[in-house]
C-alpha cells in the first residue's frame, strides 16, 4: 500500500495497510474522507472518531430517529439471519455489541439508506426503523454506513421502484 500526497501524487508513505494508517492517525493525517471500511484501526492512537464518523450526530437527535435495515427474501438480516423482521413489530437485542470498533456484532444492524441500497441484491427488502439515540448500541468508528441498535420498531417498507433499484416490482 501506498500513501500519496493529494496535490502532487508523492509517496509519503509505504508498506502494510495497518501500519500505513496507524502511522497516518499518528502523523495527524486528515483522514475524514478516508474509505476505511474493513480497516483494523485498533493498534491507532489519537484517533478522533468525530472527525470520521458523522453518524454520531444521532447521539444528538431528541425523539425518535429512523434508520433502514437490508432483509433477504425471509424478512431476516441478510449477512446472519436469525430476526424475522415485521412491520409495526418492536424489537429488542438487550447484549447488543456495544464496541465502536467492530464494524459488525450482535444487535440489530441498521444503515444509512445508501449503504443499504449498495448491499442490496435482487429478492432483498429495505425497512424503514425507528429508535432513539438511547437505543443505540455502537456506531463504528470511520463507519461506511452501519450501524447497531439494541431496540427498534419497524416502521414501514422502501418502495424499491421510488428510490430507482428496480423498475417495477416484478423485478423484486
Known sequence: MEIKERWTGEVLWEGCVREGLIAAARSGADLSRAYLSGADLSGALGVNPNLVTPLLLMFDQPGEIRAYKLVNSSFEGPFRGGIAYEVGKFYDVPNADTNSSSECGAGINLATLDW?????????????????????????????????????????????????????????
Open 116 to 172: 443499504c441500497m449498495r448491499e442490496w441484491i435482487k429478492g432483498y427488502r429495505i425497512l424503514v426503523a425507528e429508535f432513539t439515540a438511547a437505543d443505540i448500541a455502537a456506531i463504528p468508528t470511520a463507519t461506511d454506513g452501519k450501524f447497531r441498535v439494541r431496540r427498534c420498531k419497524i416502521v414501514a417498507e422502501k418502495d424499491l421502484v421510488e428510490i430507482g433499484l428496480i423498475e417495477n416490482w416484478n423485478e423484486s
